[in-house]
Structure formats: C-alpha cells, structure tokens
C-alpha cells in the first residue's frame, strides 16, 4: 500500500550524482551565491552531458552575482540563486524561495534533475521545500502530464568527510510524503474530503504502520462526553470524529501527544461567512493534516517514545441541528461553554482533543496545531505560524526547529491572567469567543484551548496557530510536518533528526 496518492511526479532524493545528458534530464543547479561560488567545473560536469564547457559554467556562476537563474545551455541546464541569510528570524538557507526558482528554472514536461548546493544541516529543510513544489491533488480533465521522475541530489559544501548517509536520504523521503499527503488532504474540497474521507486517510496510514486506530464518531462522541467536537460538528451530514493513532515502544519513558484540528469544511456556522469570505474554508483541517503526515513519517523513522496523534474532525455546517449563538456546552474537560460565535469552533474541537491527551493519554508533552485565526496572519505573517507554550524552554526549541526545518514560527505572548478574562460569561463557565478582538487575539484563542488542560498542568503545552503558513495562493503547504518531525527529532532513531533538534 503506498502512502500517496498517485500525482504523476515521483521525487527521488539521492546522495549521489549521476551522469546525465541535460537534453533528456534538463538540469536545475540551485543554491545561495557563497556555496554556487564554492562549485568547480569538475563537481557538477557529470550533469552537462558535454552540452556545457568549462568556460561557460564558470561565466554562468559570475553572473550569478547580477541575476537570479542563469541559463547555461538553452532552457535545459539552469543555475539558481538563492538569497543570502539576511534574518534572524529566517531560516539561514532561505527555502521559502526555492519553489519560485524551481517553477521558474525547470521545463515542468518529462524527468528532470535538481542539484542542491548546500551544508548538510540546510539539506533537509530544502528537501521539504522541494516536496512542496509538487501538490498532489489535481482533478484538472487534462491536467496529469503523464508519470515523470524529478530527482534530487546534493551537493554538500562542508568538509570532504561530509556526505548524506542512506538514512539521511530516507528521512527527507518520508518527510516529502508526508508532507505532499498532508497538502493533498488540505487542497482536496469538501465533498472530496469530509470527516469520512478523513478518517480513511488516516486508517490507511495506520495499516502502512501496522497501528490500530481508536475512532470515536457521531453519536458516540455526544455519549460519551466530547461536547466540543460534536457540538461543531452534528449539523453535517458525515458525522464528526475523533481519531487515534498510537505508537508506543516497550521501553518508551515519555509520552507525546499531538492533536490536529481538522476542519473539512467551515461555513462559520449560524455566524455564516461571507461570499468571499467562504471560499478557501477546504484549508481549515489543515493542522490534523499536518499532524498525520509528521506522525507517519516520525514512525516510520523510528521513535524512541509514546507518540499519539489525535485527529479532531468536524464539518462546520449550517442546518436543523446547528449550534447556536447562546447555546451552551459541556467540553469533556467538564468545563461548560457559552457559544457566541459559531465561527469561533477550532478551539472548541481542539479543547476535547487536548484533555483527551491529558485525561486518557497522560501527555507529559501536549502539541496543538491549527489553522485557527486570521489574526494570526496580522501577528506574525504569511511565513511564521504563532507560537503559544508554557514553558519557555519549549518556546526557544520550537523557535530554533522551526528555522532549521523552514516551517518558521515565531511566539506571542503567554500571559493568562491578562488575556483569559476575554472569555468571561455570566452563565457559564466560559464564552468561546473573546469580548475584545484587539486584545491579543491570537493569544487568546491559543489559551481557550490550554485552559482545558489547566494553568497548573506540569508538563509542556504548546500551541501552533498556522492559518496563514498552511497555503501559498491557491495551493496547500504541507507547514507542520517537518516543523514538528525537527522539534521532537531527538526521540527519533533517525540521526539526522536528532542532529537538527534541540534535546528536551
């Protein structure tokens, strides 16, 4: 059983460089000024095919200082500038430019190679974005060009001693899929993928992991308590869910929970949306999808500890059975809730899946991911997801994995004595939608989620709000698979991983 679905285009990651003749292989070399600078003729003539002398290429890298690609042989053997490291707050390696070389340097009609000029710790941040180049889904009647190969090969500008090992090379695989099957989910529409298309996708992952999935759905969430989640969703006609998945070795001594919000579709509800507003609501499901396709491929790597991935997912729809402004409801955490905006549901799903995590998984450590604002985009922009935690140490890790990875995050301030009150209501415990929309929103509705697990809870609790960084124009990311694959690669038996992480 293959874990994507079938797009046309293969990406195969490789450590090592082979002849090609570019008329059949058109041949994109990419990378920033300093390390295209460090390249000989000799280290990349094997990809020329004699179509590109000596000369040529060494002009071609001059003009690198003057322009962004520089063709060497008509459209077929490129060479592409990435920007220099100008940030702090950017990953040095800049991949967020690399999909616009790569739509622009390459023929996009038959095989193809990319050369990636780079150090070894900017190798994996720059296979996923290459992943991100190439969405799955596409239901265009004439759309598919038919099967072809892009290849990826290396070209490490540290020592001679360094290379990428076997197991390098499997872990940027795994990461491209999930993140390329996490786009798909997100890029599919509604009808295409409702909660029941949902949970399939993620049993067909469980079976690829030999993993039982737990699955909660329709009626049985109300029975047994999960007033969140079937509040939001009980109006759809596919039912909403709660899924599962664990993996829990023998001698694991801690125990990880990663819960996803999974929105297949959000009209607002009785608060509905806009005409235009509406349009693009298919991306609200965007952290479940993300948080499975890390869970796959953290997994299949091998990790050390207890890993849970909790799917939350509902349809927010309108009809006879819709929650209404007023309505109050009780969360599995017990909490009662006050419902005065409809379109305010993300955190009332993910209030469920959290104490799920706390109450029946005993988490040491909590991750929520979800495109749950649009103040996020106000806050902290297209590229950075909004980063809330308890725990400062989690804080300055997530930080440092989100730049080595390319899926940037940056913090907002925690401080629930000065933000929660935003959610005071007079007849219940809470409201669920904050009383002043200029009072660090984006805080606010991290921490609506966190107080279900409790201010005093002693582990880490950390938030991910990636509205914004979840698309880029009409197509899905894939942002969160190697954010979280980097934050909790120490657990992983892949060395790679555990080389770009921060031990916790």
Not at 120 to 138: E, G, I, T
Not at 394 to 410: C, F, Q
Request: net charge neutral; with cysteine.
């Amino acid at each position: 059983m293959a874990l994507m679905h079938d797009s046309g285009v293969r990406l195969v990651y490789s450590k090592d460089r082979r002849s090609r003749d570019p008329r059949d292989n058109p041949c994109l070399i990419i990378g920033q000024l300093n390390q295209l600078k460090s390249l000989s003729y000799e280290n990349v003539a094997n990809k020329f095919g004699q179509r590109v002398d000596q000369r040529t290429f060494y002009e071609g890298i001059d003009l690198c200082n003057r322009c962004s690609t520089v063709n060497l042989w008509l459209n077929y053997v490129k060479l592409a500038v990435l920007p220099p490291s100008i940030s702090r707050h950017n990953s040095p390696c800049s991949p967020h430019f690399l999909p616009v070389l790569i739509n622009r340097g390459l023929m996009h009609s038959g095989d193809e190679d990319i050369v990636i000029v780079c150090r070894k710790v900017d190798a994996f941040s720059l296979a996923c974005a290459v992943a991100r180049c190439y969405p799955l889904f596409n239901q265009k009647h004439k759309g598919a060009i038919g099967s072809r190969i892009v290849k990826i090969e290396f070209y490490l500008t540290d020592d001679r001693s360094t290379a990428l090992t076997s197991e390098d090379i499997a872990v940027m695989d795994a990461a491209a899929c999930g993140i390329r099957n996490a786009s798909y989910i997100v890029d599919a529409p509604c009808n295409m993928m409702q909660t029941t298309h949902f949970v399939k996708e993620a049993k067909r992952i469980a079976d690829l992991l030999d993993i039982k999935p737990i699955v909660i759905e329709g009626e049985d969430l109300n029975a047994k308590g999960f007033g969140g989640i079937y509040g939001v969703g009980k109006a759809a006609t596919a039912p909403p869910a709660l899924v599962i998945l664990s993996h829990t070795p023998p001698k694991a001594t801690k125990t990880f929970a990663w819960v996803g919000k999974g929105i297949v579709y959000d009209t607002g509800g009785l608060c509905i949306k806009t005409k235009t507003g509406m349009p693009g609501m298919k991306r609200d499901c965007g952290g479940a999808a993300a948080i499975l396709g890390a869970f796959y491929a953290a997994v299949s790597q091998g990790f050390s500890q207890n890993l849970h991935a909790l799917l939350c997912l509902a349809e927010n729809a309108v009809g006879p059975n819709a929650t209404r402004p007023d309505d109050i409801h009780t969360m599995y955490s017990g909490y009662t809730v006050e419902i005065n905006n409809t379109d305010a549901e993300g955190r009332l799903v993910l209030s469920d899946g959290v104490y799920y995590a706390l109450k029946n998984l005993k988490a040491d450590v909590i991750l929520d991911m979800a495109t749950l604002t649009g103040a996020q985009a106000i806050a902290t922009g297209q590229y950075h997801g909004a980063l809330l935690t308890n725990q400062e140490s989690w804080e300055t890790a997530a930080v440092a994995a989100g730049r080595v990875s390319g899926d940037l995050v940056h913090p907002v301030p925690y401080a629930p004595e000065l933000h929660f009150p935003e959610f005071n209501s007079a007849v219940a415990d809470m409201l669920n939608s904050v009383l002043n929309r200029g009072n660090a929103q984006v805080s606010c509705a991290g921490l609506f989620i966190g107080k279900h697990i409790g201010w005093d809870y002693k582990g880490a609790w950390i938030h991910v709000d990636m509205a914004a960084p979840a698309y880029c124009g009409e197509r899905a990311t894939g942002y969160g698979v190697a954010l979280l694959l980097t934050l909790f690669g120490y657990a992983s038996h892949n060395p790679l991983l555990r080389s770009l992480s921060t031990r916790m």
